[in-house]
């Protein structure tokens, strides 16, 4: 199926409307995970011709993936990446833990942005940072579709990594995502070190449940976003 490719229709208008120069893209991947950590890439692209074939990382053959984001990595302009670790999420929450991954990225890139696109409608960074949301940024904006290649591909091979010693578990394939495998695994065998200990599965696995954390954290609380850019696209 043929989608519409991305641009820098968001890019241009907060230059033109604001006078910024860097602007990155940061999407994020892992947050629906059961295991393993939440990644987040930021990614400068400037206003360049992107390769062919970028979309939302999601909508890509999965074969296609990682030659695309290697190709990526060597065109954008800079890029970084940022996770937040099982631990971090159970400890912080989901919305805390992706603004930590997300500050690493963004402060580990080689420049700092003077704006950044971020995929979706919640801003999770607030201050300072100079930030505009955009639902599904990760189709229609060049810089957030690139970052959304990178991170998947990035943490999908951290996984396949860390699923090596847990082979039932099958992280290979599913990236710590609920699947039949996953599911079947966690019943006979409980979690890995690796799975978030504060998630709703294990009231589903009885003999498992003493395992579970309790959250210490009320997570959906927003930043503060004096720094959204109010803008229309």
Known sequence: MAYEAPTHTVERSIRALTGAKVI???????????????TVCAAITGLRRPPEGLTDSKLIPRERRAPLAEELEGWVTAHALGHASHEEIDDLGMTAALRLAAIRALEALPVRPDAVILDGKHDYLGTPWRVRTVIKGDRSCVAVAAASVIAK?????????????HADFDFAANAGYPSPVHRAALEERGPTPYHRLTWAYLDALPQWRHLKKARSWADGGVPEIEGQLGLEF
């Open 153 to 165: 591909v990035r943490r999908d091979k951290m996984m396949a990594e860390l699923g090596v010693d």
């Open 24 to 38: 990155a893209g940061v999407d994020e991947v892992g947050r629906g995970a059961w295991a393993g950590p939440v």
